[in-house]
């Protein structure tokens, strides 16, 4: 454990990131982005579409080479390290989670085989889940026969199948009924708890209150970042949806979007 | 711009419609009905059953029972009629990816016989907003631009109603506040208006709101009867520690439900009939006998999430 | 702007900006036609060729020393008898062969007339008629400035076949070919264009519109048939000019023709597209159902005269066949419509149950 790794705070690092860059050509998407997320912290990463998050979260999750800057996860070097990178963090994507014509049990199970979990590990965490889950009687259907809620709740778990300290979640409660999506937070709170950090984006302001600290990305760089009590005494605004506002329309002027 | 037809029917008509898709049911016997000049907001998650009533509205489907009439007009029988005066955005993108922002409009308009030129007072203040990207490839646009430029494609034609299916959803908080401010304009100028979302805060702004889950209303009336309807006392609790709040709480002899709602807690009691400050003096205490710092919990009224949670009836966080 | 002229443009963009597609439908006659006309050499140059003169005199002498100054033939050989010729064109050492009756001369100086034989290996029909002709015109502008006082030449080609499974000249493949990218064109890429609206979700937008079904589909479907007749006229052309296949009856009916193949083509790949919403089984879908029969049951490669009775009874229903038919008619044997009515009415009966059938499967819903 190098200092470099020990926030101010005297705990460690899970993401460290200074002055990140990614360019496309002559279009830079993020521009010297620099912030860090503790172990066992829930820091949401807020920005409005084309603000260059996905590409940050592809940066740090090893998909996407910085063009410049310089970020740890977990450790390990981003640039140089990618593949160690991919193997030690937890990802939920929006897009995809799990395979809709395989059963929970079999999800759990590739899942398990692909991270290198040995079958009785599997095995035994495949009942954590269920039970937690409360999805006993549903264990052998496929997963295309859960309400979204559920396959929601479902690819979390099965996100931290192999205990990462780190897991990244994007978008994970679109669309998702409001009474799911708070038992989702309910499960997030219950990782970070354990010493799991998350690193959560979303469209929900409300959500964005559940945090221990967010930052917000306004055309790549990052615009605002602090817990929300502080950004809001700062600001002088009473949510985070205020906050939002303010920073990517200034001055209320329709700045160009895109 | 010009008005809906003001007659005495309904702009929309629906009773009793079910359409099931193979095992599941995704609208189970829907009633209501939409004024003409009223902005209707269809509200509830995914799965509720938004995209399917709307296509059966947009004449896109046809449903297994009940009937469905949108400006008087059946939208089995009458389909083509329907299609001339109607605007509909669908759920996901549907304009053309490899077309600029003026090729689409210029297509969508010519296809009802009509161009944007002719139609510029109606769409202007819209497309002023998408002016500067007129010969963007619609697929380069933001979520946000997207979705304005889907709405005015929906609107060049000078329809008589606009059925907008989840236009703001995945569109970041900006733009969707935008997105609603154009549409309160649209209203003004007398357009029947119905669009669906999952953001409840969205609720707010519409004149009157259905509730939505699992194909079954859950709710007919505007944001504030809804929110009104809320029985017994509601509170919002702080704590320095959210979390371990929850939990706490959950262990209170009294609680029904505790949820985390943004900065706090929302509490609701299983003694409805108490006096609200006397329940959040004495959860107060309760939390400050667990050792929980400082908290405060202050009565709130309800908003159209917490009414939408009470009624879905999903198993309770109460412990007792 | 009418409906019917705002999708036609918006067809066109999406033609001109998919650079696949425009790579497809640009290069694809222009390769097709090259592959297969240079797979076919038609150089005649360095032709290798065995001269069998039995008895060697002043005038035989003097038609091989003209074959070697030709510049286009190679003397390989001199042989005294032709037994050996087989074994050599089997073993592809020469081509053509020149074989003098005895006394050659001799004859000749008495006025009679007296025989060449030329055989030609057939192996490769195109270059081979070539290879003859060249080779009878020198015979016969040698000949010529011969005194023509004398006894004539009479030259009796003949041309020996190893593999060739129809016998005739590949002018054949032309037509053929034509009926194989037409299919491409407008079954093909037809089906891929109109699935690949209900895929993206923009045929949702379109039928919330006053666009009638017939609306939708030829503003689709016109622009593959504007492709496809400017790919068959670039077919016969480049057939002409670089390989000189014929044309000898009317381009007008064989382009009026064509025109009704593809409407027929269209139409399948109209009828496969309203099966699916899937790109990926649409292709697939035109590739078995269009493409495969095209390539193997309509004369195009394998004769259907050599086909088992099942396959050929198969082929009846196989839209190219009749084209391949009708293309052949018209452009080696220059026949008019008087000889070709009847594949051109099945043509066109093909084209009315399809279209209609086509355009009635279309949904006007979602489902």
């Known amino acids: 454990m190098t200092p470099e790794h020990v926030s101010a705070h005297g705990m460690e690092r899970v993401i460290d990131a200074r002055g990140l860059t990614r360019r496309f050509g002559h279009f830079t998407a993020v521009d010297g982005i620099t912030f860090d997320v503790a172990a066992g912290e829930v820091f949401g990463f807020l920005g409005a579409n084309g603000a260059g998050k996905t590409t940050a979260i592809r940066m740090l999750t090893g998909l996407l080479a910085p063009s410049s800057g310089h970020a740890t996860v977990v450790g390990l070097d981003v640039a140089t390290q990618s593949e160690a990178v991919k193997r030690r963090i937890g990802y939920m994507s929006q897009r995809f989670s799990l395979y809709e014509d395989l059963t929970i049990r079999e999800n759990i199970r590739l899942y398990g085989g692909i991270y290198g979990l040995s079958s009785a590990e599997v095995r035994r965490r495949t009942d954590r889940i269920v039970a937690r889950l409360e999805l006993e009687s549903a264990a052998d259907e496929a997963v295309r026969a859960l309400p979204l809620g559920w396959r929601q709740k479902l690819a979390f778990a099965v996100a931290l199948l192999h205990e990462p300290p780190l897991v990244f979640l994007d978008e994970p409660t679109s669309g998702v009924d409001p009474i799911t999506r708070r038992q989702f937070w309910e499960m997030i709170y219950e990782a970070a708890r354990g010493g799991t950090s998350v690193l959560v984006t979303t469209h929900y302001m409300d959500e964005a209150e559940y945090c221990d600290r967010v930052s917000i990305m306004v055309a790549g760089r990052i615009a605002a970042l602090g817990s929300p009590v502080e950004l809001e005494r700062e600001h002088g605004v009473k949510t985070i949806d205020e906050l939002f506002v303010r920073l990517a329309r200034p001055d209320g002027a329709r700045a160009a979007a895109s | 711009?010009?008005?809906?037809?003001?007659?005495?029917?309904?702009?929309?008509?629906?009773?009793?419609?079910?359409?099931?898709?193979?095992?599941?049911?995704?609208?189970?016997?829907?009633?209501?009905?939409?004024?003409?000049?009223?902005?209707?907001?269809?509200?509830?998650?995914?799965?509720?059953?938004?995209?399917?009533?709307?296509?059966?509205?947009?004449?896109?489907?046809?449903?297994?029972?009940?009937?469905?009439?949108?400006?008087?007009?059946?939208?089995?029988?009458?389909?083509?009629?329907?299609?001339?005066?109607?605007?509909?955005?669908?759920?996901?993108?549907?304009?053309?990816?490899?077309?600029?922002?003026?090729?689409?409009?210029?297509?969508?308009?010519?296809?009802?016989?009509?161009?944007?030129?002719?139609?510029?007072?109606?769409?202007?203040?819209?497309?002023?907003?998408?002016?500067?990207?007129?010969?963007?490839?619609?697929?380069?646009?933001?979520?946000?631009?997207?979705?304005?430029?889907?709405?005015?494609?929906?609107?060049?034609?000078?329809?008589?109603?606009?059925?907008?299916?989840?236009?703001?959803?995945?569109?970041?908080?900006?733009?969707?506040?935008?997105?609603?401010?154009?549409?309160?304009?649209?209203?003004?100028?007398?357009?029947?208006?119905?669009?669906?979302?999952?953001?409840?805060?969205?609720?707010?702004?519409?004149?009157?709101?259905?509730?939505?889950?699992?194909?079954?209303?859950?709710?007919?009336?505007?944001?504030?009867a809804i929110s009104g309807a809320f029985a017994g006392p509601l509170l919002a609790v702080r704590a320095r520690d959210r979390y371990a709040a929850l939990l706490a709480l959950r262990d209170y002899a009294h609680a029904r439900t505790v949820y985390p709602f943004g900065a706090t807690l929302h509490y609701t009691d299983d003694r409805p009939d108490m006096p609200a400050d006397r329940v959040a003096a004495e959860v107060t205490a309760f939390l400050k006998t667990r050792g929980l710092g400082p908290v405060s919990a202050e009565p709130i009224a309800a908003s159209i999430e917490d009414e939408f949670m009470a009624r879905m009836g999903a198993p309770e966080y109460a412990s007792a | 702007m009418s409906a019917l002229t705002g999708l036609l443009r918006k067809e066109a963009y999406h033609i001109l900006r998919d650079r696949r597609t425009l790579a497809v439908i640009v290069l694809l006659p222009v390769v097709q036609v090259v592959l297969f006309g240079f797979a076919i050499r038609t150089d005649v140059r360095d032709v290798r060729i065995i001269v069998v003169d039995p008895l060697p005199d002043a005038t035989t002498l003097s038609l091989r020393a003209r074959l070697a100054a030709s510049g286009v033939f190679r003397v390989v050989t001199v042989l005294p008898g032709a037994d050996e010729l087989d074994g050599i064109f089997q073993r592809g050492e020469a081509t053509e062969a020149i074989v003098f009756e005895p006394r050659f001369g001799e004859r000749l100086a008495q006025g009679l007339p007296a025989r060449i034989q030329l055989i030609t290996d057939g192996t490769d029909p195109n270059s081979a008629s070539v290879r003859q002709n060249y080779a009878m015109a020198l015979i016969g502008a040698w000949d010529r400035e011969r005194s023509p006082a004398r006894g004539a030449v009479r030259i009796e080609p003949r041309t020996r076949l190893r593999f060739n499974p129809t016998a005739e000249s590949s002018n054949l493949f032309v037509p053929g070919l034509m009926a194989f990218v037409l299919t491409i064109i407008s079954s093909l890429m037809t089906a891929i264009s109109l699935t690949r609206e209900k895929e993206s979700g923009t045929m949702e937008a379109l039928l919330v519109s006053p666009l009638r079904p017939w609306q939708i589909i030829g503003g689709k479907v016109a622009p593959y048939l504007a492709i496809g007749l400017v790919s068959m006229t670039a077919i016969v052309v480049e057939a002409r000019l670089v390989f000189h296949v014929p044309l000898r009856g009317s381009y007008l009916l064989l382009l009026a023709e064509g025109l009704l193949f593809i409407l027929v083509s269209l139409a399948l790949g109209m009828l496969i597209s309203a099966r699916t919403s899937s790109q990926r089984v649409a292709m697939l879908g035109a590739l078995v159902g269009t493409m495969l029969p095209t390539l193997l049951l309509s004369g195009f490669i394998f004769p259907i005269e050599s086909m088992p009775r099942l396959l050929r009874w198969v082929s009846y229903i196989v839209p190219a066949r009749w084209f391949v038919t009708i293309a052949r008619g018209i452009m080696l044997k220059g026949i008019g419509i008087v000889y070709l009515w009847e594949p051109t009415l099945i043509l066109i009966g093909m084209a009315a149950v399809l279209l209609t059938l086509a355009v009635r499967s279309f949904d006007v819903r979602l489902e």
């Open chain 2, 1 to 224: 711009m010009a008005s809906a037809p003001r007659s005495a029917e309904a702009a929309v008509e629906v009773r009793d419609l079910t359409r099931r898709y193979g095992p599941s049911i995704a609208l189970d016997g829907i009633t209501l009905s939409v004024r003409a000049g009223e902005l209707f907001g269809v509200i509830g998650p995914d799965g509720a059953g938004k995209t399917t009533l709307f296509r059966v509205l947009a004449t896109l489907i046809v449903p297994d029972g009940g009937t469905a009439r949108v400006l008087g007009r059946d939208v089995v029988g009458d389909l083509w009629d329907l299609r001339r005066r109607v605007g509909y955005m669908a759920g996901r993108f549907s304009l053309y990816p490899d077309l600029s922002v003026a090729e689409n409009l210029c297509f969508f308009a010519a296809v009802f016989g009509t161009t944007p030129e002719r139609e510029y007072e109606r769409i202007a203040p819209i497309y002023d907003q998408l002016a500067a990207f007129r010969d963007r490839r619609a697929g380069a646009l933001s979520g946000g631009m997207k979705q304005k430029l889907a709405l005015c494609c929906a609107l060049v034609h000078r329809p008589e109603i606009l059925l907008l299916d989840e236009p703001t959803t995945g569109v970041d908080a900006v733009s969707r506040r935008e997105f609603w401010d154009l549409l309160a304009r649209l209203k003004a100028g007398g357009l029947t208006i119905l669009v669906s979302t999952p953001y409840m805060d969205e609720a707010d702004r519409c004149d009157r709101i259905a509730l939505l889950q699992r194909g079954r209303l859950l709710g007919l009336d505007t944001p504030a």
